[in-house]
């Protein structure tokens, strides 16, 4: 297993700002990726964050909306950009092992944005 | 893609009773399928998975059934305390490529004592 660390836990924006979500693992890991879940509701992959390259966006999310980096194999971040109240959401780390199918989550930032 | 239907959306059951919660999948090619729990205000927690080659997996109180030739896969949870109240995702995975899951909308289990 991982232990992921999330920063900030929570925090509320004004429409039009952006936001930088970390995630930090304990141990060197092969797939990080980012998911937004929205309240009552499942989870929607954003994006697959790939070291030293370009994350991989799902249909429907774009990088200058949502750019990410990877430095290195036990850090990412996620930027919510040009915020707006429909980004409301709770954003959330997940990381994989290339030995293991096993996905494990962050705690979650929740975001609200007014 | 995969797409993964979870039904019942919500389930109430007495402390002490059994809960079961069914997921069928669309992709024939998907060959993992986890679990996961989340509570309030926290990430989801992988309880338990299986492999497309093993029909059922047991894990104290819990348990996972597969039907590859239905694409129904189910999770059992026995002796329900009030500490399994939360809500539970199944979810599928076609280990080709990278490791994209696809989850159920969810059910909200509400054990009561």
């Given at each position: 297993s991982a232990v992921i660390s999330q920063k900030p836990s929570r925090d509320i924006c004004q429409r039009g700002t952006s936001l930088t979500i970390q995630c930090q693992v304990d141990s060197q890991v092969t797939m990080m990726f980012w998911y937004r879940q929205q309240p009552g509701q499942s989870l929607t992959l954003i994006a697959t964050a790939n070291q030293g390259s370009e994350a991989t966006y799902e249909s429907?999310?774009?990088?200058?909306?949502?750019?990410?980096?990877?430095?290195?194999?036990?850090?990412?971040?996620?930027?919510?950009?040009?915020?707006?109240?429909?980004?409301?959401?709770?954003?959330?780390?997940?990381?994989?092992?290339?030995?293991?199918?096993e996905q494990y989550f962050g705690p979650g930032t929740r975001l609200t944005v007014t | 893609g995969e797409n993964v239907?979870?039904?019942?959306?919500?389930?109430?059951?007495?402390?002490?009773?059994s809960a079961v919660i069914k997921c069928t999948?669309?992709?024939?090619?998907?060959?993992?399928?986890?679990w996961y729990k989340q509570e309030l205000g926290k990430g989801p927690q992988l309880i338990i998975d299986i492999r497309s080659n093993v029909g059922e997996k047991k894990d104290q109180r819990i348990a996972v059934?597969?039907?590859?030739?239905?694409?129904?896969?189910?999770l059992h949870i026995t002796e329900t305390q009030p500490e399994d109240s939360a809500v539970y995702f199944c979810a599928g995975m076609?280990?080709?490529?990278?490791?994209?899951v696809t989850f159920g909308i969810g059910t909200k289990l509400q054990v009561i004592p």
């Open positions: 429907g999310f774009v990088i200058d909306k949502f750019p990410i980096s990877r430095p290195n194999l036990t850090f990412s971040t996620l930027t919510v950009s040009n915020m707006s109240p429909e980004d409301s959401s709770i954003y959330l780390c997940s990381v994989a092992f290339l030995s293991s199918y | 239907e979870q039904h019942p959306s919500t389930l109430s059951v007495q402390e002490g009773d999948y669309s992709d024939s090619a998907s060959n993992y399928f986890p059934t597969l039907n590859k030739t239905a694409k129904h896969f189910s076609n280990s080709g490529g990278y490791q994209k």
